[in-house]
């Protein structure tokens, strides 16, 4: 079975862009969580989408968000970059989103915005 | 809200030395736990998880947690660490109720040397 797919890996954009990455969930998979890891700030949540909602968000501003399509795949963009947005973007995906089911992850976008 | 703290961000040992890694958390709900490896330019893989039973959860690579509610902890340990052990490893906690959304700690990099 595939496990996560994330593209592109590598982004480099200016500040004022906006960007667009992809997850592309194992099949099955119909929870996705977005994630941003910095060296700064760790590991802190985006969202969570299941069956084309969005079930959780965190603490992030507007210019963060994000969409499932029908077939589990997720997109998240974000507009207006600042500097601060250059981190590591991980996706998971899980079965059924149900708390306990495990996580899978994909090996992330790394973003960087200059 | 929850929060977990990794005690330690590095923790340098040698190979076929015992090992532990300190995780604390606090939540006023009930919990899931788990502890996540990164390895350089990869995703994070599961290592082991707490779900409930037994508080003595173990991994098939040798790495073992226990999870103890009255100090709010679930130290990492393995009794002989091998080169290949050199990560970064990240204690997470789920609330029950709350989808998928997991709150990291800042993680410990294990650095296991000849």
């Known amino acids: 079975k595939a496990g996560v797919t994330q593209t592109p890996r590598y982004l480099i954009k200016t500040r004022g862009q906006q960007v667009t990455l992809s997850c592309s969930p194992i099949s099955g998979h119909r929870s996705v969580s977005w994630y941003q890891q910095t060296p700064g700030q760790g590991l802190q949540f985006l969202f969570e989408?299941?069956?084309?909602?969005?079930?959780n968000k965190g603490n992030f501003p507007g210019r963060f968000s994000g969409r499932q399509f029908s077939n589990s795949r997720s997109e998240m963009n974000v507009s207006t970059l600042e500097l601060g947005d250059s981190a590591l973007y991980l996706c998971a995906s899980s079965l059924a989103g149900v708390a306990g089911n495990e996580q899978f992850f994909g090996p992330g976008t790394r973003l960087t915005v200059l | 809200a929850q929060s977990v703290t990794q005690l330690d961000s590095q923790v340098p040992v040698f190979e076929e030395a015992p090992v532990e890694l300190r995780c604390n958390y606090s939540s006023s709900v009930s919990v899931y736990l788990f502890w996540y490896v990164q390895y350089p330019n990869q995703g994070l893989q599961l290592l082991l998880k707490y779900l409930s039973g037994s508080t003595l959860v173990e991994s098939i690579n040798g790495f073992e947690a226990e999870f103890n509610k009255s100090q709010t902890s679930f130290h990492l340990r393995k009794p002989s660490v091998h080169i290949s052990d050199t990560a970064e490893y990240f204690c997470a906690v789920l609330e029950g109720g709350a989808g998928n959304m997991l709150t990291f700690g800042g993680g410990t990099r294990l650095m296991v040397k000849p």
């Open positions: 989408y299941f069956s084309e909602t969005q079930r």
